[in-house]
């Protein structure tokens, strides 16, 4: 299996774009999580989906940030507009069940 | 909420030196996963312990899970420089509600192993 898959690996984009996360989770897990990483918060979970159905979005910081999940293999994690605080690495993840978790290689944002 | 202290920090040691990780909760957890994230990439899992008291052993590194389900720990014997990267330790909370499948992530401790 090719792991999680996760695109673009980089993104630097303005201050007020729109900015378009992807990712493909391992083929027949049933869960999906997206998290954010930085040096002063560590690692955060944003929102997870349990069959393709958002269950938790509590962590999702503002009405800026949305995420969808249309189907068992895609999901995308959008920032609209996006803020220079906005810049970290996002992790997507995914999961069989309630086990352990495989991440993908991650997407560092930075906005300027 | 359910939290996960983690600690040390930060841990810079020499070649050869032993080293033991804490993670600590007033919560019980199902189980307990740790982790390994080198730069660059994202976190890759070492190990899930389950059952309270529980001891698995990954070559030179020895996990605990305590016999709450509240705390973990991860010790490596003989650190090499290869083990340097940031561990992190989650906790899988009791099923039920919408904490279901929802890990909480301790804050990390950042190896540096120096030869």
């Known amino acids: 299996d090719a792991g999680v898959i996760q695109s673009p690996r980089h993104e630097v984009t303005e201050m007020g774009q729109e900015v378009t996360l992807r990712c493909k989770p391992i083929s027949g897990h049933d869960y999906l999580f997206w998290y954010r990483q930085t040096m002063m918060r560590g690692l955060e979970l944003l929102i997870y989906?349990?069959?393709?159905?958002?269950?938790?979005d509590s962590g999702m910081p503002e009405d800026r940030f949305s995420a969808k999940m249309p189907n068992a293999s895609f999901s995308t994690l959008k920032i609209q507009p996006s803020e220079p605080r906005d810049s970290a690495v996002y992790f997507c993840?995914?999961?069989?069940?309630?086990?352990?978790?495989?991440f993908g290689p991650g997407t560092r944002l930075t906005v300027t | 909420t359910q939290l996960l202290e983690q600690s040390p920090q930060f841990l810079s040691i020499q070649e050869g030196e032993n080293l033991t990780v804490y993670c600590n909760s007033s919560s019980v957890f199902s189980s307990l996963q740790w982790y390994r994230q080198e730069p660059g990439e994202g976190p890759v899992l070492l190990v899930t312990?389950?059952?309270?008291?529980e001891v698995k052993k990954l070559k030179r590194l020895t996990f605990q899970f305590g016999d709450a389900r509240k705390d973990s720990s991860l010790h490596i014997t003989a650190a090499q420089p290869g083990d340097t990267g940031l561990y992190l330790c989650?906790?899988?909370?009791?099923?039920?509600?919408?904490?279901?499948?929802?890990?909480?992530f301790g804050q990390g401790t950042i190896l540096t192993v120096h030869p």
């Open positions: 989906f349990n069959n393709n159905v958002p269950i938790d």
């Open positions: 989650a906790g899988l909370p009791i099923a039920g509600g919408t904490s279901y499948g929802k890990l909480t």
């Open positions: 993840a995914s999961s069989l069940s309630r086990h352990e978790q495989y």
């Open positions: 312990v389950v059952t309270g008291g």
